[in-house]
């Protein structure tokens, strides 16, 4: 009988640029994890609005899409004017996550001394040099947690799964490659090593039950989901070995905005001693800020995300139900801060580090100028 | 023009029994907030029913079906075998909330010693006693919360309402009356203390954002729904001064059980000092047990609760959805333990007390020797 290969699952790539560079085509992320559907972006305004809605989310992936989007609205008008117009747009589409403003001012940098008629040029090669650099880094970030869990691992029985705890999608579908929290567990399973994901569903708008669940399941990463209530119990009872998470803005002293709940979980780490891990790449720190809670932009979104649910239902649809009572207020901020406190390390495309101002700068020295 | 007195809305009563003692009519739960309807229970297996699938839910209110439940039961045969045979089965419905073996206990106690012929008539007449007793010990329960209310609401800036956060449903809805939890802010609200409720949706079932924000819309109260990964930042922020949750199970030392997620705001609460407080009838003590993370059974229950939410389309129908790929794992530990160290104080129908064993025996005197 001949050896059989498990065929090699893997989810689509989140952004592709066309050939032509006149466009990018998209995974709409607001259809997963019931539909694979593709959306085709070639406006600035297309790119605002994907960002807004939400069909390209994930603070890297953000990033490079807002980067293409501003190579798009300079083809169709290279002018000074055009280009801090659709650089504004772009930047105040979404508040919290800090890799869109760093992608829209290392394109407007490179661009704005450039005569006009070469600026959508070296816009879209800048944002094309974002996709690989992007998958390059979560590559780099994920061996440097690698080394990290393995040490953990070490400290299992035998045969006794590492279980790592994220929470909402800070994986492949919110980047361009491996994705940040994500990318050790996938390096980790790839070489072997046991690992179990508790993935936490991420109320409100479920990228952890559908993301995370989607892309873990799609490259055989065993996993279980679980509500976000369940992380405190879950960790009390020893069943969890690490927390990963990602980052949308991480501030010169260590305090790192994500996923609102990601602080919970933070509180409940440290009550039980597990190692809380925050996954990002150098761009996603904003070395302009340093008290998290108190500077750190908290995106409002619609009272409706936490009133309703989108699903699939039984019979094969799609469905959206409201699981309040009609016309009740609702409350829905998008993120949270955990002090720098609360984390026991940074893993980065440049290696590991201490959650602090000068864990960061011991990586990142070319910023200590500015910080 | 004359004056204006707002129609005074209240939630239909959770159980009624008939005036013939055969069936008790109940609200459904699962079909709340969306639909109002009731349903008979006439038979032992007819309340176990009602319980497992949570039809009638909240401890108190568990517990007063089971009684009914047994009195069923000894109608049709008040035997000793069938005694024991409908007290088992119905003790069996759910393992966590201990007011339901405590209601079975009491009746038994007091039938076992009668002549068949009488204990029909005396279950009944003991869980017909039951009503009244949860009605009273919910009002009075209010009346100690409200002051410790009253105290919290005198640091506040005048024209500042009170912001009480509270989890799941521990509220009229839960009970007989004006719920656990609730009663001391239904008894603020009537008394003009200005007072806003951070309603917790509470996943995986929702009993915070279908219950609680149903019954608090009901009745006036001015109330705002967040996911339940919100509680950590709201804290954090300052907008919360108190939470109060009910129980389940509570220890001789005072751990608690409550659903899955309250561990998690008992972790901020201290974090942040916010005053964590735990309302409940002294039959949710189970003086048998001291640790709670050890020693409290937590139901497991489907994974189908996590991986899909049930509500109203806009079309005003009633659907199903999964939020999560087909065919992933998911588990659902309905409960967690908060640690005695993390509670403020308790709240009974007996008065307010410290969390610990002195505290609930000084309330409970009479269960000192037991414990």
């Given at each position: 009988?001949?050896?059989?290969?498990?065929?090699?699952?893997?989810?689509?790539?989140?952004?592709?640029?066309?050939?032509?560079?006149?466009?990018?085509?998209?995974?709409?992320?607001?259809?997963?994890?019931?539909?694979?559907?593709?959306?085709?972006?070639?406006?600035?305004?297309?790119?605002?609005?994907?960002?807004?809605?939400?069909?390209?989310?994930?603070?890297?992936?953000?990033?490079?899409?807002?980067?293409?989007?501003?190579?798009?609205?300079?083809?169709?008008?290279?002018?000074?004017a055009a280009l801090s117009a659709a650089f504004r747009a772009l930047l105040e589409t979404r508040p919290t996550a800090v890799n869109l403003r760093w992608a829209l001012e290392d394109v407007r940098n490179r661009v704005a001394p450039l005569p006009p008629a070469q600026r959508a040029a070296a816009a879209l090669a800048q944002a094309r040099d974002m996709i690989i650099e992007d998958t390059s880094a979560n590559?780099?970030?994920?061996?440097?947690?690698?080394?990290?869990?393995?040490?953990?691992?070490?400290?299992?029985?035998?045969?006794?799964?590492?279980?790592?705890?994220?929470?909402?999608?800070?994986?492949?579908?919110?980047?361009?490659?491996?994705?940040?929290?994500?990318?050790?567990?996938?390096?980790?399973?790839?070489?072997?090593?046991?690992?179990?994901?508790?993935?936490?569903?991420?109320?409100?708008?479920?990228?952890?039950?559908?993301?995370?669940?989607?892309?873990?399941?799609?490259?055989?990463?065993?996993?279980?989901?679980?509500?976000?209530?369940?992380?405190?119990?879950?960790?009390?009872?020893?069943?969890?070995?690490?927390?990963?998470?990602?980052?949308?803005?991480?501030?010169?002293?260590?305090?790192?905005?994500?996923?609102?709940?990601?602080?919970?979980?933070?509180?409940?780490?440290?009550?039980?001693?597990?190692?809380?891990?925050?996954?990002?790449?150098?761009?996603?720190?904003?070395?302009?800020?340093?008290?998290?809670?108190?500077?750190?932009?908290?995106?409002?979104?619609?009272?409706?995300?936490?009133?309703?649910?989108?699903?699939?239902?039984?019979?094969?649809?799609?469905?959206?139900?409201?699981?309040?009572?009609?016309?009740?207020?609702?409350?829905?901020?998008?993120?949270?801060?955990?002090?720098?406190?609360?984390?026991?390390?940074?893993?980065?495309?440049?290696?590991?580090?201490?959650?602090?101002?000068?864990?960061?700068?011991?990586?990142?020295?070319?910023?200590?100028?500015?910080?």
């Amino acid at each position: 009988m001949a050896a059989r290969t498990a065929p090699k699952q893997t989810t689509p790539p989140t952004l592709e640029a066309s050939a032509d560079g006149r466009s990018i085509r998209i995974l709409d992320q607001t259809k997963l994890p019931h539909d694979v559907r593709f959306t085709t972006l070639r406006t600035s305004d297309d790119a605002a609005r994907a960002i807004v809605t939400m069909q390209v989310r994930g603070a890297p992936l953000i990033g490079v899409t807002a980067a293409f989007g501003l190579a798009f609205a300079l083809r169709k008008d290279p002018s000074d004017a055009a280009l801090s117009a659709a650089f504004r747009a772009l930047l105040e589409t979404r508040p919290t996550a800090v890799n869109l403003r760093w992608a829209l001012e290392d394109v407007r940098n490179r661009v704005a001394p450039l005569p006009p008629a070469q600026r959508a040029a070296a816009a879209l090669a800048q944002a094309r040099d974002m996709i690989i650099e992007d998958t390059s880094a979560n590559r780099r970030l994920g061996e440097h947690g690698l080394a990290l869990l393995k040490k953990l691992a070490a400290r299992k029985k035998s045969g006794d799964a590492l279980n790592v705890m994220t929470h909402c999608n800070a994986g492949a579908t919110a980047t361009l490659g491996w994705g940040t929290a994500t990318a050790p567990v996938y390096l980790a399973h790839e070489s072997g090593l046991q690992v179990h994901v508790w993935v936490s569903e991420t109320r409100p708008r479920n990228q952890g039950g559908a993301l995370t669940a989607w892309e873990l399941a799609s490259r055989g990463v065993p996993m279980t989901v679980v509500t976000d209530n369940a992380a405190g119990h879950l960790m009390q009872r020893g069943l969890v070995d690490a927390v990963i998470v990602g980052a949308d803005r991480v501030t010169a002293r260590g305090d790192a905005a994500n996923k609102i709940g990601t602080y919970l979980k933070a509180l409940a780490a440290r009550e039980h001693s597990v190692p809380f891990f925050v996954a990002f790449p150098g761009s996603t720190i904003d070395w302009t800020i340093r008290d998290g809670v108190a500077e750190i932009p908290i995106e409002q979104r619609s009272p409706d995300e936490v009133t309703c649910v989108a699903g699939a239902t039984e019979s094969g649809g799609r469905a959206k139900v409201r699981i309040t009572p009609p016309g009740v207020a609702a409350r829905n901020d998008a993120f949270d801060v955990t002090p720098a406190s609360f984390i026991t390390a940074f893993i980065t495309e440049r290696g590991v580090c201490r959650a602090s101002g000068a864990g960061l700068r011991r990586l990142y020295p070319e910023m200590t100028a500015k910080s």
